[in-house]
């Protein structure tokens, strides 16, 4: 078996799990104002589906343990009231049913807690001098959109902070000892004390925020205090077989004195020796750096924080849960080596939630499981209290509003779909589930549209277009590439309907010099790009306004001397901001030249001749010039109003249809093709 170490039980406390995969808490902020603190279906659907799909064990998302004081939104879970209480037991019951067992995530939010801020009560902070850097937790990175949606979160209001007393610290332990029971008596099989990402617990244990000299702080195990007594509390409450695992930061990335893995370790074992019965290893970074969210608590590279779990793995007798984008193949190599004993695997589980169970099918068929593409959108829309989606999963968010397409369509109709890009290759493969009989028509000779170009800014996006030609095949759809779909070609399929998904044109626009400058080859679209890879350079004028652009722009500054060019703005606003934040980054350190708010006038001899926002006309050097929007005509719905005659119904879906462009788009392109996918 490919994946047997990944695959094979493990002991966890009194717990035995049927393999090493986690889903570990992740908020989803799927919760309803009007009955805050009780899980809804949407809430018992997303779980109930990862526990269907193979996970061992399932933690539900961060749950404020004196809700909804220290709670993020009124959308979060809680565990303090019968009712919540109850909705927990009927989710227990439901994961049980597959197989898997069920955690929560309990947290106090300390600094983070904006619900305590919309309702104009100070947050709870270890130390009042680490206080001011509070407001850079909220804004760093966010355009005066995501500004805006942020501060409506918290009623406009800025957090103000408070040192916790004792009063305040002894409350909130006895709090998780609360939950916890509360946890039991549902019927849950463990809880996991939140003691990183800059909650609470994490804050008194970082000695960049903790400067206490009280018996909360001063000294490592005065920092580690809270943190052991909230295990103590839950052991107390629950019952000593009652097993606790406890999330730490295994390091504070970008933050002076703060934490590094060496304490983290030694904390590690304190816990331990306090009764944590396993111990989760996370990061956190900068908060008030925005591209230091993708250093901790959501990493951007594969693999990331494997050297932190191994650290404290050398430390500790009890089972040690990595995270941090880990790949199957990864998670298997780690555990195979001693770095973990179990993986969590957060977005891949959103991605796809039988990802266990496609695991243990590889070899057999099947298309594998559908890949993460690390685009962050999934936990951005956790800063504007917003319910979670997937790029590459239409029905996260929704698993509930979504359980009809299960069912097979009562009527089985001939699909023809025009373009078989990432949009048409998601209906395909949805109508072919659903027991259509599907044709993809693509003109290329390999199939994939938008996604040939993504990918090589993207590499996941590689991996996604892969899985999707494959599942679509694989159910039964039928790709004809090289195929033109000519109204001639699609009348001979005698279609009951017909889909276009033929994308958006991504060429230059008609500037002065630009047809010479084409055929000399000093000037490319985004879609040449997919057939003759990235331009050579050396220098190079990348213009756009959105996500593809920036994009572009820092593939290339990893080898050329790029400018970038954005009539519409700021770089990259279309895209979940984490991931600008981390490719502005990178493009930053390769010396990348951004020009917000200019407009391109003309391609000149010596390059590309702009006017500036102060209206000052300059010409850029450029050896060529890249163009990423859509075309001044987008390539339109192609053959649409040529096939009103064949008395059929003809839907457009993807950027055919208007929607946005390139890799930011990729969402919106997915999510408009399943939709219509299930209907038919």
């Given at each position: 078996m490919?994946?047997?170490?990944?695959?094979?039980p493990?002991?966890?406390?009194?717990?035995?799990?049927?393999n090493?995969i986690v889903m570990?808490g992740m908020?989803?902020?799927?919760?309803?104002?009007?009955?805050?603190?009780v899980l809804?279906?949407?809430h018992?659907a997303?779980y109930e589906?990862?526990?269907?799909g193979?996970?061992?064990l399932?933690?539900?998302?961060?749950?404020?343990?004196?809700f909804?004081?220290?709670?993020?939104?009124?959308?979060?879970p809680?565990?303090?009231?019968?009712?919540?209480e109850a909705?927990f037991?009927?989710?227990?019951?439901r994961?049980?049913?597959?197989?898997?067992?069920?955690?929560?995530?309990?947290?106090?939010?300390?600094?983070?807690?904006?619900?305590?801020?919309?309702?104009?009560?100070?947050?709870?902070?270890?130390s009042?001098?680490?206080?001011p850097?509070?407001?850079?937790?909220?804004?760093?990175?966010?355009?005066r959109d995501?500004?805006?949606?942020?501060?409506?979160?918290t009623?406009?209001?800025?957090?103000?902070?408070?040192?916790a007393t004792?009063?305040?610290?002894?409350?909130i332990?006895?709090?998780?000892?609360?939950?916890?029971a509360?946890?039991r008596?549902a019927?849950?099989?463990?809880?996991?004390?939140?003691?990183?990402?800059?909650?609470?617990?994490?804050?008194?244990?970082?000695p960049?925020?903790?400067?206490?000299?009280d018996r909360?702080?001063?000294s490592?195990?005065?920092?580690?205090?809270?943190?052991?007594a909230?295990v103590?509390?839950?052991?107390?409450?629950a019952?000593?077989?009652f097993?606790?695992?406890?999330?730490?930061?295994?390091?504070?990335?970008g933050?002076?004195?703060?934490?590094?893995p060496e304490q983290?370790?030694?904390?590690?074992?304190?816990?331990?020796a306090?009764g944590?019965?396993?111990v989760?290893?996370s990061?956190?970074g900068?908060?008030?750096?925005a591209?230091?969210f993708?250093?901790?608590?959501l990493p951007w590279?594969?693999?990331?924080?494997?050297p932190?779990?191994r650290a404290?793995?050398?430390?500790v007798?009890?089972?040690?849960?990595?995270?941090?984008?880990?790949t199957?193949?990864?998670?298997?190599a780690?555990?195979a080596s001693g770095?973990?004993d179990?993986?969590?695997?957060?977005?891949?589980?959103l991605?796809?939630?039988d990802l266990?169970r496609?695991?243990?099918?590889?070899g057999?068929g099947?298309?594998?499981?559908?890949?993460?593409?690390?685009c962050?959108?999934?936990v951005?829309?956790?800063?504007?209290d917003?319910?979670?989606?997937?790029?590459?999963n239409?029905?996260?968010?929704?698993?509930?509003?979504t359980?009809?397409?299960?069912?097979?369509?009562p009527?089985?109709r001939r699909?023809v779909i025009v373009g078989?890009?990432?949009a048409?290759?998601?209906?395909?493969?949805?109508a072919?589930?659903?027991?259509?009989?599907?044709?993809?028509?693509?003109?290329?000779?390999v199939p994939?549209?938008?996604?040939n170009?993504a990918?090589?800014?993207?590499?996941?996006?590689?991996?996604?277009?892969?899985?999707?030609?494959?599942a679509a095949s694989?159910?039964?759809?039928?790709?004809?590439?090289?195929?033109t779909?000519?109204?001639?070609?699609?009348?001979?399929?005698?279609?009951?309907?017909v889909?276009v998904?033929?994308?958006a044109?991504?060429?230059?626009?008609?500037l002065p010099?630009?047809?010479?400058a084409?055929?000399a080859g000093?000037?490319?679209?985004?879609?040449?790009?997919?057939?003759?890879?990235?331009?050579p350079?050396?220098?190079?004028?990348?213009?756009?306004?959105?996500g593809?652009?920036?994009g572009?722009?820092?593939?290339?500054?990893?080898?050329?001397?790029?400018?970038?060019?954005?009539?519409g703005g700021?770089?990259?606003?279309d895209l979940?901001?984490?991931?600008r934040?981390?490719?502005?980054?990178e493009?930053?350190?390769?010396?990348?030249v951004?020009?917000p708010?200019a407009?391109?006038?003309?391609v000149?001899?010596?390059?590309?001749?702009?006017?500036d926002?102060?209206?000052?006309?300059?010409v850029?050097?450029?050896?060529?010039?890249?163009?990423?929007?859509?075309?001044?005509?987008?390539?339109?719905?192609?053959p649409?109003?040529?096939?009103?005659?064949?008395?059929?119904?003809?839907?457009?879906?993807?950027?055919?249809a208007?929607?946005?462009?390139g890799?930011g788009?990729?969402?919106a392109?997915l999510?408009?093709?399943?939709?219509?996918?299930?209907t038919?």
């Amino acid at each position: 078996m490919r994946y047997r170490h990944l695959l094979s039980p493990v002991r966890l406390g009194r717990l035995e799990l049927r393999n090493r995969i986690v889903m570990p808490g992740m908020g989803t902020f799927l919760g309803d104002p009007a009955r805050p603190g009780v899980l809804t279906g949407e809430h018992l659907a997303h779980y109930e589906a990862r526990a269907r799909g193979g996970a061992a064990l399932v933690f539900v998302e961060v749950t404020p343990v004196c809700f909804p004081e220290g709670a993020a939104t009124l959308r979060q879970p809680g565990l303090a009231t019968d009712a919540q209480e109850a909705a927990f037991a009927e989710l227990a019951r439901r994961v049980h049913a597959h197989g898997a067992a069920l955690g929560v995530q309990l947290v106090h939010h300390g600094k983070l807690a904006l619900a305590d801020v919309r309702r104009g009560e100070p947050v709870l902070v270890p130390s009042l001098d680490a206080a001011p850097r509070l407001a850079g937790d909220l804004a760093a990175g966010l355009t005066r959109d995501e500004i805006g949606r942020m501060m409506a979160v918290t009623g406009g209001r800025v957090p103000q902070a408070r040192a916790a007393t004792d009063a305040d610290l002894l409350a909130i332990i006895a709090a998780f000892g609360e939950a916890a029971a509360r946890a039991r008596r549902a019927g849950l099989d463990c809880v996991e004390v939140h003691a990183a990402h800059g909650y609470l617990l994490s804050s008194f244990l970082s000695p960049a925020w903790n400067r206490r000299h009280d018996r909360w702080g001063g000294s490592p195990e005065g920092r580690a205090r809270l943190a052991i007594a909230a295990v103590r509390a839950v052991k107390d409450a629950a019952g000593d077989d009652f097993p606790v695992v406890v999330r730490l930061d295994g390091a504070e990335h970008g933050v002076p004195g703060g934490i590094t893995p060496e304490q983290a370790a030694d904390t590690a074992a304190r816990l331990a020796a306090a009764g944590a019965d396993a111990v989760h290893v996370s990061a956190y970074g900068d908060p008030t750096s925005a591209v230091a969210f993708t250093d901790g608590p959501l990493p951007w590279r594969v693999g990331q924080y494997l050297p932190l779990a191994r650290a404290v793995r050398r430390r500790v007798d009890v089972p040690v849960i990595a995270v941090g984008r880990l790949t199957p193949a990864v998670g298997e190599a780690a555990i195979a080596s001693g770095a973990a004993d179990l993986v969590a695997m957060g977005r891949a589980l959103l991605a796809d939630p039988d990802l266990p169970r496609t695991l243990a099918a590889v070899g057999t068929g099947s298309p594998g499981p559908r890949p993460c593409i690390a685009c962050f959108a999934c936990v951005a829309t956790a800063f504007f209290d917003e319910p979670v989606t997937c790029a590459t999963n239409p029905r996260v968010g929704r698993a509930a509003a979504t359980a009809a397409w299960d069912a097979t369509a009562p009527t089985a109709r001939r699909v023809v779909i025009v373009g078989a890009g990432p949009a048409g290759l998601e209906c395909a493969r949805v109508a072919a589930i659903r027991g259509h009989r599907v044709v993809v028509l693509e003109a290329e000779p390999v199939p994939g549209g938008a996604a040939n170009v993504a990918g090589l800014v993207n590499p996941p996006i590689t991996e996604l277009r892969r899985w999707l030609v494959a599942a679509a095949s694989g159910a039964g759809a039928a790709i004809r590439t090289g195929t033109t779909a000519t109204p001639e070609v699609i009348a001979a399929l005698r279609p009951d309907v017909v889909v276009v998904a033929t994308g958006a044109r991504r060429g230059p626009p008609a500037l002065p010099g630009v047809r010479a400058a084409v055929a000399a080859g000093r000037v490319l679209g985004a879609d040449d790009l997919g057939r003759c890879g990235l331009p050579p350079g050396p220098r190079v004028v990348v213009v756009g306004t959105g996500g593809a652009a920036l994009g572009v722009a820092e593939r290339l500054a990893r080898r050329c001397r790029v400018t970038l060019v954005c009539p519409g703005g700021d770089p990259g606003a279309d895209l979940p901001h984490p991931r600008r934040a981390r490719l502005l980054h990178e493009a930053r350190r390769g010396g990348l030249v951004v020009w917000p708010e200019a407009a391109p006038v003309a391609v000149v001899a010596e390059g590309l001749e702009v006017r500036d926002r102060n209206g000052r006309a300059q010409v850029l050097v450029a050896d060529q010039i890249v163009f990423t929007d859509p075309a001044p005509d987008g390539g339109g719905p192609g053959p649409v109003e040529g096939l009103r005659w064949l008395g059929v119904p003809v839907h457009v879906i993807g950027d055919a249809a208007g929607g946005a462009t390139g890799p930011g788009g990729l969402a919106a392109a997915l999510r408009s093709a399943f939709d219509l996918a299930v209907t038919l």
